[in-house]
């Protein structure tokens, strides 16, 4: 294969940052398309891969049987170059409290498109800044894709903070052979508001506090229909996590059935009423925007709505520069056609015509 038959990518566009590989990836593996990504990581400091970066890229690397170049620490440049993907089961440890989720982002796309089924423990943090909680995958994404004709299945087998992480994420899924397009368009108003705040190795009160603060604020806002559980672990619990750590996600159901997320995770030195409250606070911004996407899912919806088959829309609380950069990445690799409506930062609309990928299957001689 020669240098010609390589897409190459610049990994500074739009935000330049992990998502550019991440989703790059994905699509190759997913369309066995070779590619060469340079630049990675350009807008970050310190630029290049991360290790968890390196895992995800060998995560999706193990499924498509890649050969990939320039995977280490620091490296701004990687080719990687599928060949099949083949299913089976694995295990991968970010080896730091790098994002379990951030992980999935690259290899369950992959893993849709497999041979067969696939079965895979991700082992790091679950919970982390700057990134989608296990919960979110679970309780938002999941049910869209489902929607969409995937079957994935994820279990949390013990909680991952900062600095250790050491959580345990399994995923399992059965292969598509296509992806049906999705329209989430209409705001039907909130049925109900639950959602989650838990703790590792911390008193009690602490998740008591956060779901309190959350809401009163809520209260505050005309959202009196609300029930937030605890989840309070200990040491002898086995989802409990080897560090301390804390955090509350608020769930939002439509009428018809959508989510709209918000969370907030606990830090050193911060009240745990300030968490719940940011929460909450982000969660009215979102609601009262009236669209039935969230921001988060706004960005993780684009790499399945550009592989899906056929004209895919939705409304988003926010447009983000996260979604605009994975956009641009689905445009250059798949040739998928966007449309975005609104600026960043506002509510916006966003239609897709997917390129309606297909699942391969590997047969003998």
Known sequence: ????????????????????????????????????I???????SPQGLRPQHMTAVKAVAWLADADVKGLSVGSSEVVF???????GKTTFDAGTAGSTTLIL????????????RVEAEIRGGTNNPMAPTFEYLSYVLLPVLRQMGCNFSLELMRRGFYPRGQGIVRVRSEPVDYLKPIRLTEF????KISGISYSCRLPGHIAERMARSASKFLSANGYENTDISLEV???????????????????????????????????????????????????VKQLNAKAPVDKH????????????????????????????TGIEVCKRLTGAEFVVEGTIGEPGR?????????RKVARGD
């Open 105 to 116: 982002q690259s290899l369950m796309p992959a893993m849709a498109f497999a041979e067969e």
């Open 1 to 36: 294969m020669g240098a010609e038959d390589i897409f190459s990518l610049d990994g500074s566009i739009g935000e330049g940052g992990g998502q550019v590989l991440r989703t790059a990836i994905a699509l190759s593996a997913m369309m066995l398309k070779p590619i060469r």
């Open 297 to 324: 899912l706004g960005d993780q919806l684009v790499i399945w709505t550009a592989i899906a088959k056929g004209h895919s829309e939705y409304r988003v609380t926010e447009l983000t520069l996260h979604t605009l």
């Open 188 to 191: 039907s108003g909130i049925e």
């Open 81 to 87: 170059i599928p060949k099949r993907l083949r299913g």
């Open 233 to 283: 672990l200990q040491a002898d619990a086995p989802k409990c996590s080897v560090d301390p750590g804390c955090g509350i996600i608020l769930f939002a159901r439509t009428k018809d059935g959508n989510i709209i997320a918000s969370d907030s995770l606990g830090r050193l030195g911060v009240p745990a009423e300030k968490i719940g409250e940011e929460a909450a606070a982000d969660l």
């Open 38 to 44: 340079y630049n990675i990581r350009a807008k970050r």
């Open 350 to 358: 966003i239609y897709c015509k997917g390129i309606g990928l297909t």
